[in-house]
């Protein structure tokens, strides 16, 4: 059973950054032991790592996984929107992201200011893309949606997303 959109909804992901879709595919997203879960609180530096994601389907289905911060330099001014983290096409079914080809590579969230929503979307793919896909000349002022119209992937299958802010600066004494 796919996820319910109303988490993305309520914050704002729907709209911001994707139009509204039925979920069809399950994903899950873990940083170190911990499951992502729509909203979730997640500190940066959990997060250095790439996630563990888990993508169900079969190994014929193949998927793009793109992963987004909306809310780039700041929430209140998101004049970078969307800044962009990962970007990894032709993933095979019930496989992960290790399996695909990385466009982007992954960049770890670095919020500078207020609560960042960092949001992992997931497409299926009619065909293999990546001889088409070139990694973006920039991560500032990405659009998921004229990626995703770009390459033909229609609607979102699946989507989850974290929020992290600054983590304060250690004392030292």
């Given amino acids: 059973m796919a996820a319910s959109v109303d988490p993305l909804v309520v914050g704002r992901v729907i709209g911001d950054v994707l139009d509204m879709y039925i979920p069809t595919a399950n994903m899950s997203v873990y940083t170190g032991p911990k499951h992502i879960t729509n909203g979730c609180e997640i500190k940066p530096s959990a997060a250095v790592n790439p996630p563990k994601v888990n993508i169900s389907g079969n190994s014929d289905e193949l998927y793009t996984?793109?992963?987004?911060?909306?809310?780039?330099?700041?929430?209140?001014?998101?004049?970078?929107?969307?800044?962009?983290?990962?970007?990894?096409?032709?993933?095979?079914?019930?496989?992960?992201?290790?399996?695909?080809?990385?466009?982007?590579?992954?960049?770890?969230?670095?919020?500078?200011?207020?609560?960042?929503?960092?949001?992992?979307?997931?497409?299926?793919?009619?065909?293999?893309?990546?001889?088409?896909?070139?990694?973006?000349?920039?991560?500032?002022?990405?659009?998921?949606?004229?990626?995703?119209?770009?390459?033909?992937?229609?609607?979102?299958?699946?989507?989850?997303?974290?929020?992290?802010q600054k983590e304060p600066a250690s004392r030292r004494r």
């Avoid at 983290?85 to 019930?94: A, F, L, Q």
């Avoid at 466009?103 to 200011?113: S, T």
């Fill in 65 to 164: 996984l793109v992963m987004t911060d909306p809310d780039a330099p700041s929430p209140s001014e998101p004049n970078m929107r969307e800044w962009v983290h990962w970007i990894v096409v032709d993933i095979p079914g019930g496989t992960d992201p290790s399996k695909g080809k990385e466009i982007l590579p992954y960049m770890e969230p670095r919020p500078p200011v207020g609560i960042h929503r960092y949001i992992f979307v997931l497409f299926r793919q009619s065909s293999p893309v990546g001889l088409m896909v070139q990694q973006p000349p920039s991560r500032a002022n990405f659009s998921t949606r004229m990626f995703a119209g770009h390459l033909n992937l229609g609607l979102p299958v699946a989507t989850v997303y974290f929020n992290a």
